[in-house]
């Protein structure tokens, strides 16, 4: 994990207004919430590796969403 970067995933049912993307109605889950770390792509344990496995997960399901579509995207930035 860089310690120099941040990272932020975001959500928009309309692609067309850039306004739109945001970090709410998202739950973003790391090792400290149980995901698993085994494997990474540097074959390092979790601790002594430069990866971290995410999850996220929309909190309103894409059948209850009126436009019936969800975007997801992960911002990269450097601090």
Excluded: C, M
């Amino acid at each position: 994990v860089d310690d120099t970067l941040s990272y932020k995933v975001q959500l928009t049912t309309n692609l067309g207004d850039a306004a739109a993307w945001s970090e709410n109605d998202l739950n973003v889950k790391g090792a400290l919430q149980g995901v698993d770390q085994s494997s990474l792509p540097d074959n390092k344990p979790f601790a002594g590796s430069n990866y971290e496995r995410v999850q996220v997960e929309v909190k309103t399901a894409i059948n209850a969403e009126t436009t019936g579509r969800q975007f997801l995207r992960l911002v990269v930035e450097k601090n």
